[in-house]
């Protein structure tokens, strides 16, 4: 039996995941909320981690070796930078990066530490579950690589930099850090993001008029996914 995660960084990205559940136990621990549910006879703990690489690696974390999850799926939303990706599109992510990690200076590529790698894959058989209920529902979900960083990306020359660098599909703030916790740790995991804006000058203003519908089209998404497992 598995004991599902299921995680977004931001309030809005859980909000309306946690719109399906009733009966939500909620746990406080190092300064957040999880909420512990029954559905489908899984036991699931969903949580938000709040914004950026650091909060999604201690919630990751937690939800693992606190709270003894052994699947790990994510939801949430991203800034485009494919040009097939438009704003409320989904993407389900086979590879991440961290686009800010940068140690150039001593020859090593962008994205990579010694001990680490630069792309970090997510679990195919989860993907392969994803695919099944894309098809089923008729949802157009493309297959990409998603780059993260410690930064809100609001201008074609970082979104540039990122796509060149990286070949990057998308970009997005916790899934790159999600990805290295769940593969030292050996936990099989999934990364889900609707579009909600391009990265570029209009991000921002993008981000606050599109936030909330595309974490819906995400949120939707995964918990067909969740029947699934
Ligand atoms: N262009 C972009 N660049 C980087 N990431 C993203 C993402 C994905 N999530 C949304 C959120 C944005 C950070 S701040 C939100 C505003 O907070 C308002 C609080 O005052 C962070 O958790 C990463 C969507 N578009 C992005």
């Known amino acids: ?35 512990e549910v029954k559905y489908n006879g ?61 140690i150039t200076a001593f020859g090593h590529p962008n994205g990579y530490v010694p001990g680490g790698k630069v792309f970090v894959e997510t679990t195919k058989s989860l993907r392969e579950i994803a695919i099944k209920v894309a098809n089923e529902n008729n ?17 074609t020359e970082r979104k540039d930099f990122i796509q060149s660098t990286f070949k990057a599909d998308a970009l997005e703030m916790e899934g790159a850090s999600v990805a290295v916790v769940c593969d030292a740790l050996n936990v099989p995991f999934f990364i889900l993001r609707a579009i909600s804006d391009t990265a570029d000058m209009d991000a921002g203003f993008d981000f606050d008029e599109f936030l909330k519908s595309s974490a819906k089209n995400s949120a939707d998404y995964l918990i067909k996914i969740v029947k699934e497992l």
């Open 139 to 155: 949802l157009k979900v493309i297959v990409g690589t998603i780059a993260t960083g410690d930064q809100f990306v609001h201008s």
């Open 1 to 35: 039996m598995i004991k599902l995660a299921i995680m977004g960084a931001m309030e809005e990205e859980i909000e309306p995941l946690l719109a399906h559940f009733e009966n939500i136990n909620v746990v406080e621990f190092a300064d957040n909320k999880y909420y």
């Open 42 to 102: 899984l036991e699931i703990v969903i949580a938000y981690s709040k914004i950026g690489k650091v909060f999604a690696s201690l919630t990751a974390a937690t939800m693992i070796e606190k709270f003894g999850c052994d699947t790990l799926l994510f939801s949430g939303v991203a800034g485009g930078i494919n040009p097939e990706l438009k704003i409320g599109d989904l993407i389900i992510a086979d590879k991440l990066c961290q686009h800010d990690l940068d």
